[in-house]
């Protein structure tokens, strides 16, 4: 199927140069800046194609005589009119909704713009495509998403000149002036030189391996929030890592990452910095080991298993102790120095042999 690209609009192929009009309070002539906020004129810009795909999808639903792609270069000069037509009367037309000259439409440009996309391809629906289970088809999402991608593979509306008439319609509803420049000078000289330092003069984003665009104004909401500038770890360690890596970072790396003691199996509740666990298993080491003889002698009280592990540490270097690193070692290595010490006894037991004449066991 040839999609028709070979119609080019004299609006989509205009160069968009600083505009000198006439001042006709002052009878002189003004030169207006003419830049954009750039992330909101490509956001815009990306509204045109699925609403020119949805219009020539519905238009043609059907009909055995008509393709999509046959009406694209018609309904997409119809579509740039009627947007265009509807962003000069809207400021006008707000008035009037709202009840006076004082009033004023809250609306973003891109949600306005939206609104008027919409509208134009609703208004293409054929009797056959307006009825509700064609609306609401998978089929016709596929159709839709199969034409856009048709239109994009054939190049049929390039992006730079949908930008083109997103910022004509975007100057239009913008009458804040919050997303272009409305200033005006007296010169092309004055003009040159506020554009050096105008906030919506297009930039690039500074940080490696980042290709965002976006206005001058807009820089430091970009860099707050850019997923490849270098940042200081979000958990304090001395690394600095770029944003877009930093949940791998702080999970998997970081000398800060919280982890369990690894003694908890057996009672260690302890969750520290990674980086402090050999500290931890240095200053803890009596308390694993009291840990690990109640999960050996669960029948024996606290104070009895007390007593044993001042045993064990006598009986062993607590820095050969101490440098064990998990439960299967640590409770092979007390079962060790417990064999050395002999069986372990009970106070209770102890008492029953001193009552009856036998040798108390340690």
């Not at 999509?68 to 006008?92: C, H, Q, W």
Request: charged share 30%.
């Amino acid at each position: 199927m040839q999609v028709a690209s070979g119609i080019d609009l004299s609006a989509t192929n205009s160069e968009h140069t600083p505009e000198k009009i006439e001042d006709g309070k002052q009878g002189v002539s003004l030169f207006h800046c003419d830049l954009y906020d750039t992330e909101i004129v490509h956001k815009i810009a990306q509204v045109f194609l699925p609403g020119i795909a949805t219009a020539c999808v519905d238009n043609t639903t059907g009909d055995m005589f008509k393709t999509p792609a046959s009406v694209a270069g018609d309904l997409r000069k119809e579509m740039v009119e009627y947007i265009t037509e509807r962003s000069e009367n809207f400021v006008a037309e707000s008035v009037i909704i709202e009840g006076g000259p004082e009033a004023e439409a809250f609306d973003h440009p891109y949600d306005i713009i939206s609104d008027f996309v919409d509208d134009f391809a609703s208004s293409k629906r054929n009797l056959l495509s307006r009825v509700s289970g064609w609306l609401l088809s998978e089929k016709r999402e596929d159709k839709i998403d199969d034409f856009i991608q048709e239109m994009e593979i054939s190049r049929f509306w390039l992006v730079d000149k949908r930008q083109v008439i997103a910022r004509v319609v975007l100057k239009n509803v913008d009458y804040k002036n919050e997303y272009h420049c409305g200033m005006k000078f007296d010169s092309a000289e004055e003009l040159a030189e506020h554009v050096q330092s105008c906030g919506f003069r297009s930039t690039t984003c500074a940080n490696m391996g980042c290709n965002a665009i976006f206005s001058l104004r807009n820089l430091e909401k970009h860099d707050s929030a850019c997923a490849f500038k270098v940042i200081p770890c979000e958990q304090k360690c001395s690394d600095n890592v770029m944003r877009r890596e930093m949940d791998r970072h702080c999970i998997t790396v970081c000398p800060m990452r919280l982890v369990s003691c690894p003694f908890y199996a057996v009672g260690c509740q302890s969750t520290l910095p990674h980086s402090m666990l050999e500290q931890h298993r240095s200053d803890d080491i009596h308390s694993h080991l009291l840990c690990v003889l109640r999960s050996i002698h669960k029948e024996a009280s606290d104070e009895d298993l007390k007593q044993r592990v001042d045993q064990l540490e006598k009986a062993s270097s607590s820095i050969q102790l101490a440098n064990i690193r998990d439960v299967r070692s640590l409770i092979s290595a007390v079962k060790d120095l417990e064999i050395k010490l002999g069986p372990f006894r009970l106070k209770s037991e102890n008492k029953d042999a001193e009552e009856t004449g036998e040798a108390p066991k340690l």
